[in-house]
């Protein structure tokens, strides 16, 4: 199926919007090279935290925790970032695979025109700056599948860096009352996803399928600013629901369309920050908070009886409860980064810079998107709090759970009954059945009206 792509138009730096089908096109490219990974550690999470979570130590003294996050999400695309090869979640195997995402030589990338714009969206809701120029890179290594033996990524200069976000975190023993926060958002990054493999042990064989690669993926780095669990999830839930107001990501983590890689270290306050791991590949929010809980404690009882803490990737063992070791990064794998031969650097502009009598179809306009914009969540809670005179925490709670606002909404609309009274019961006599019956929102057989 047809599908709306960007291409390099003449001999400028515009992107002009054509229409390509599943494959792309050929020409021999150029040969692949090499250069320093130094980027490789300017873009992992520093270390530089703004809160730190203290837990009393042997002695009287306290451990500080620093935790940065970064997150792969799917971008809502009806083909990949490069191809026009379809993007769906249950498709047969290899189903969906055109010769460019199967590294055929030859194919060539051809950017998807969503793509840009849903990065450009969301670099804008997360009050990112959107860099009018930026550049794609090769990323090597290898793997059974990434048939390319490199990742197309954004390494030395992203669409949007230098933003925050915003989130509540619930404080009290009974969790009653909502404290606000801010993490730092170092960069967002267009990149391709990899394949999948499928480890079959009973025949000690793996299998590919490589519909998943080439699909458009957003990374957001996040500046180390969270100091547990608790406050981890309720950072990405928060940009869960900003990614699907937008409609940028539908971010299901059931689906792998959302993932989170965790990196943790504890040290005392006032000394040098410790030894970080990296918790890979959290495809759950809860598992998240418990990985991350557990790894802190975990780096904490180490260090306690005399031990050091390792630079190594982890992953978390849900049903035991604890993260295993993946591999050591003593040896650190060199990508010798390099830039994509075959893309020139991405240009956009805003209202100020465009080129006089340039078509809307050929260029990004920032500023067109930017009054496009949805009601974000923050907004949202804003309006709840300010129309119906409920507590910011209960606006919290309506906007996590799936379908509860939209339920709570229609009861207003059908009953003449107080706010508070509407709110009291969707939150605590409907919400609390619910959570009883482990039911959805959806599957409720009550109707809205009172």
Excluded at 8 to 21: N, Q, S, T
Excluded at 31 to 58: C, D, F, W, Y
Excluded at 360 to 367: A, P, R
């Amino acid at each position: 199926m047809a599908a709306p792509m960007l291409r390099r138009v003449g001999l400028g730096r515009l992107w002009g919007f054509a229409w390509v089908d599943g494959g792309s096109g050929h020409r021999r490219g150029s040969p692949n090279g090499s250069t320093s990974s130094r980027r490789r550690e300017q873009s992992s999470v520093a270390q530089q935290p703004l809160h730190t979570a203290q837990k009393p130590r042997k002695g009287g003294h306290k451990w500080a925790a620093v935790v940065g996050l970064e997150i792969h999400a799917q971008i809502s695309s009806n083909s990949k970032l490069f191809s026009g090869s379809q993007v769906s979640f249950m498709a047969p195997p290899n189903s969906l695979v055109s010769f460019f995402d199967a590294s055929l030589p030859g194919t060539l990338p051809v950017l998807n025109r969503r793509c840009v714009e849903a990065a450009v969206m969301t670099g804008l809701a997360l009050n990112c700056h959107i860099n009018k120029k930026s550049l794609f890179d090769r990323k090597h290594y290898f793997y059974s599948d990434l048939p390319a033996g490199y990742q197309i990524t954004q390494q030395r200069l992203p669409i949007a860096a230098n933003g925050s976000l915003t989130y509540g975190v619930f404080m009290g023993n009974k969790q009653s009352r909502m404290a606000t926060k801010t993490v730092r958002i170092r960069q967002i990054q267009l990149e391709q996803d990899s394949g999948k493999s499928l480890h079959d042990d009973l025949r000690s064989q793996t299998l590919i399928d490589l519909n998943r690669a080439g699909v458009g993926l957003l990374e957001v780095v996040l500046e180390p600013d969270l100091c547990c669990g608790e406050e981890a999830a309720a950072v990405i839930k928060e940009l869960q629901l900003i990614l699907q107001a937008l409609g940028t990501s539908q971010a299901n983590m059931a689906e792998g369309q959302l993932r989170v890689d965790a990196n943790i270290s504890v040290h005392h306050p006032g000394e040098p920050l410790g030894v970080r791991t990296e918790v890979k590949n959290l495809n759950s929010i809860r598992f998240l908070a418990k990985a991350i809980d557990h790894e802190i404690q975990r780096q904490i009882n180490e260090l306690e009886s005399g031990g050091e803490i390792l630079n190594e990737t982890r992953s978390f063992d849900c049903k035991l409860g604890c993260t295993v070791p993946m591999r050591d990064k003593e040896g650190k794998q060199d990508y010798r980064f390099m830039p994509e031969p075959n893309l020139p650097p991405l240009v956009l502009y805003d209202s100020a810079s465009l080129p006089a009598g340039t078509e809307s179809q050929q260029v990004i306009n920032i500023d067109q998107i930017r009054d496009a914009l949805p009601e974000l969540p923050s907004a949202t809670r804003e309006r709840l709090v300010r129309r119906y005179g409920m507590l910011p925490e209960h606006s919290f709670t309506l906007l996590n759970e799936v379908g509860l606002l939209q339920f709570f909404q229609n009861v207003m609309k059908e009953t003449r009954a107080e706010p508070k009274k509407v709110t009291s019961w969707v939150l605590n006599t409907l919400l609390g059945y619910l959570k009883h019956h482990n039911l959805a929102v959806s599957e409720s057989s009550e109707k809205p009206h009172l």
